[in-house]
């Protein structure tokens, strides 16, 4: 592998006026509805055998782990508080998803999961306590990091801990957050990816 390369907010991920010019070192990433397709309305992904990573879901963690960059993924996973599965059961469902994402070369640095019922904690998003958690274990500052997610809840979350937010949903979603895109690969497109020579 080469020389890894400084990774920058490209311009036109950069809000108007915002100077907004360090390296970018971690990428937050919500799990259903950007890593993998969400379960139905109403519904959650429970078992592993119910992972479907979204198409250039792998090759967009690829690039980030090619980069040097952290990936953490950030996830609600109310199922538990529900009774539905333990723990354990989502551990299962990391797991394979590192697994399929490994394939392309893609390493998840860190899973941070709330398994809490709706209003009991400080870390369910739009709370920021995941994040947090996140950017202290790895030891880097809010401007170094984005959070990129398919609900408004995850983009609250991310203005909360200070850092840039990407939404993945249509053009047109009315949302708070800094940028919008289609899907995990062209939001991480526009990341400039420099190598040394
Ligand atoms: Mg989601
Ligand atoms: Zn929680």
Do not use: F
Request: proline residues 6%; aromatic residues 2%.
């Amino acid at each position: 592998m080469g020389r890894v390369g400084a990774v920058r907010m490209s311009e036109r991920l950069r809000a108007p006026g915002e100077v907004r010019s360090g390296s970018l070192r971690l990428v937050l990433l919500d799990r259903d509805g950007v890593l993998n397709r969400r379960a139905p309305e109403g519904r959650y992904v429970l078992n592993p055998n119910d992972v479907r990573l979204l198409p250039g879901a792998a090759r967009a963690v690829g690039a980030l782990t090619a980069a040097g960059v952290l990936v953490a993924v950030v996830s609600n996973q109310r199922s538990v508080a529900l009774g539905l599965v333990d723990l354990a059961d989502v551990q299962r469902v990391s797991d394979r998803i590192d697994a399929q994402l490994v394939v392309a070369g893609g390493r998840i640095a860190s899973w941070h999961i709330c398994p809490h019922a709706i209003g009991s904690c400080r870390c369910r998003k739009p709370l920021p306590g995941l994040l947090l958690a996140a950017l202290k274990q790895h030891g880097v500052a809010p401007e170094e990091a984005v959070m990129i997610g398919d609900q408004e809840s995850d983009i609250v979350a991310g203005h909360a801990a200070g850092v840039a937010t990407v939404r993945l949903a249509p053009a047109t979603t009315v949302t708070t957050a800094d940028w919008v895109a289609p899907d995990l690969l062209a939001a991480v497109g526009w990341l400039r990816i420099s190598t040394p020579p």
